[in-house]
């Protein structure tokens, strides 16, 4: 099995997961900027979309978009209980707090990370940010995981956004139950591991 990542970019939540999971994986770096692969590949030939992350099954099967990835690999440990059973309302509570994280959070992102964007635009998106983070943060309130006292998939990918916030200084220091929540996933052997691979710890 093959991810397809970029350093630091929202692949790292699948591979969080994986580490997670306990899953044999090999890593293949793609290039968000040159869309090529370390041998020249045009990755676009591989993932037509040309992001990450993509997961590649060893029968050549490709699995692309975060939210839908981080599911089929809960889903193969589920004694791991990363994911609640399929069918039960607790795995639709996941499934809201991925697309939330997806469309809510992870896309305005993308507006900050774009250099061709105007400064006044993503200065409304950072207000729109602060508001998402702001919601977060109370759904936090008395929680040590986004679903509970279990870590799941869905902390996989809003630990990426909190790194996010990091690496673009946007303050979110005022949302203490946020910050404290990402200093304790950040802690977890997984993380740890996979921002290792990635080359993000120094």
């Given at each position: 099995m093959?991810?397809?990542y970029s350093p630091g970019a929202c692949s790292l939540s699948p591979h969080i997961a994986l580490h997670e999971a306990g899953l044999p994986f090999e890593l293949?770096?793609?290039?968000?900027?040159?869309?090529?692969?370390?041998?020249?590949t045009d990755y676009y030939t591989i993932n037509p979309k040309g992001y990450v992350p993509l997961l590649e099954f060893d029968d050549g099967?490709?699995?692309?978009?975060?939210?839908?990835?981080?599911?089929?690999i809960a889903d193969q440990v589920p004694e791991r209980h990363l994911a609640p059973p399929a069918?039960?309302?607790?795995?639709?509570?996941?499934?809201?707090?991925?697309?939330?994280?997806?469309?809510?959070?992870?896309?305005?992102?993308?507006?900050?990370?774009?250099?061709?964007?105007?400064?006044?635009?993503?200065?409304?998106?950072?207000?729109?940010?602060n508001s998402r983070f702001s919601y977060i943060?109370?759904?936090?309130?008395?929680?040590?995981?986004?679903?509970?006292?279990?870590?799941?998939?869905?902390?996989c990918y809003l630990f990426v956004m909190a790194f996010w916030t990091r690496r673009l200084n946007i303050e979110v220091s005022e949302f203490t139950n946020f910050t404290a929540y990402a200093a304790r996933v950040e802690a977890r052997p997984s993380v740890q591991a996979a921002m290792k691979n990635e080359g993000l710890l120094t």
């Open positions: 093959k991810l397809y293949v770096l793609a290039s968000t900027k040159t869309h090529k692969l370390g041998d020249g099967t490709r699995l692309s978009e975060g939210p839908a990835i981080v599911q089929w069918g039960t309302i607790e795995r639709y509570r996941l499934m809201e707090w991925l697309n939330f994280i997806s469309t809510e959070v992870h896309k305005q992102f993308g507006v900050i990370f774009n250099p061709a964007m105007p400064e006044e635009a993503k200065t409304v998106v950072r207000t729109r940010l943060d109370r759904e936090l309130a008395g929680k040590d995981f986004v679903m509970g006292s279990a870590f799941t998939v869905a902390d």
